[in-house]
């Protein structure tokens, strides 16, 4: 097997759900030791309940050009079985029947072993700077922690679009958060029901009134978690649920959460019960043009490599959202891992490989001349 792929089965086969990153973390500080860098590690970790900080290197440059930076995040949705990548014709897959963490531990090892190929082989570069994060599933938490006044570069790459390669994210959606919280007044629901107040029926109102899903080509919203309750023989006095509204379109998503806040008062006051919604910091989108020097970059080594090239936008977030938000050009390519987030999440060989190849082509791309 290649040194992307060994590398990689060793990330996949340690559970790091969102602040439980430790053993990843470990698995890149050994690598980049062992090429001969000097790593460090901030810490963030305490301060955002990770047991890793964000992991952190710049390798001087050897030839003039444009710096780049690299960044892949360690943390995985939860698996919810064990984990054991295989690879089956080609294809690493987890046998254990959970998530194979493609996402993001592909990024991450193309990128570690882009880098190694780079020193090993003595290529010219304008400056590589690498940063793997902590708790990106969970709102970007690590990137948005990270001290930016650090990195030197301007324009930076993530590998975080399941797609297949070839494909630039030219935007992602900006993104508002929010904890609803009903209260009623509890009774006995056979004795006194007409005494109570339900919640839940207040809150299973106020969500029936909502419109979610794919509301429109640039708008998507949805209820995830939803708590209530103490027994079923009492009128339940409380109940909460946790709702996201996305768009491509800052002003608008600005009105639809104004849409969603009135279904809540709504809901509540047709019910005789009381809501408090609590708005969670999210996360600020983004958008580029074909034309933008990160953009027509990122086409350069593509096509170099061989791959079609085509653009789209990303109904996700990605620490590309973070580095953007702070005014650098941080752009997101797909990097053909495929059903993330569930048991069938696979990545093929050939993919990792060549992932590999498209980071030495950025970087020979950034060089000038």
């Known amino acids: ?156 790459y993530v590998y975080d679009q399941a797609a297949p390669i070839g494909e630039i994210i030219l935007g992602a959606p900006w993104s508002q958060s929010m904890q609803v919280r009903f209260h009623g007044r509890a009774s006995h629901s056979g004795m006194f029901p007409e005494e109570g107040r339900s919640a839940i029926q207040a809150a299973a109102r106020a969500i029936a009134d909502l419109r979610l899903g794919r509301v429109d080509e640039v708008t998507t919203a949805n209820v995830g978690v939803i708590e209530g309750g103490t027994a079923g023989n009492i009128v339940p006095e409380w109940c909460t649920f946790l709702a996201e509204a996305r768009c491509q379109d800052e002003d608008k998503l600005r009105d639809f959460v104004q849409e969603m806040l009135d279904a809540f008062s709504f809901a509540a006051t047709s019910t005789d019960c009381e809501v408090e919604t609590e708005l969670r910091k999210s996360y600020l989108g983004y958008r580029f043009k074909q034309s933008d020097d990160a953009v027509r970059l990122a086409a350069q080594a593509l096509s170099a490599c061989g791959h079609d090239v085509s653009y789209a936008l990303s109904g996700g977030g990605a620490d590309a959202n973070v580095f953007n938000e702070h005014g650098r050009r941080c752009v997101n390519l797909a990097n053909g891992m495929a059903d993330i987030h569930t048991p069938n999440e696979h990545i093929s060989v050939a993919d990792l490989e060549a992932m590999v190849d498209v980071t030495l082509a950025l970087v020979e791309q950034a060089l000038e001349g």
Do not use: W
Not at 43 to 50: E, L, V, Y
């Open 1 to 156: 097997m290649s040194e992307v792929v060994d590398l990689f089965l060793e990330l996949a086969a340690l559970p790091t759900p969102p602040g439980e990153e430790r053993a990843a973390a470990e698995v890149v500080l050994r690598y980049l030791t062992e090429l001969g860098l000097s790593p460090d590690e901030d810490d963030c970790g305490a301060r955002i309940g990770s047991t890793m900080g964000n992991v952190y290197v710049r390798i001087e440059a050897t030839a003039p050009g444009t710096p780049l930076f690299f960044c892949a995040h360690l943390d995985t949705v939860p698996p919810s079985g064990p984990l054991e990548p295989v690879i089956d014709e080609g294809v690493v897959r987890n046998a254990g029947g959970t998530i194979l963490g493609a996402d993001n531990k592909s990024a991450v090892a193309a990128m570690l072993e882009g880098t190694r190929r780079v020193l090993a082989e003595n290529r010219p570069h304008a400056g590589i700077e690498l940063l793997f994060t902590p708790m990106e599933e969970v709102g970007l938490i690590g990137a948005y922690a990270f001290d930016q006044s650090r990195l030197h570069a301007d324009v930076g």
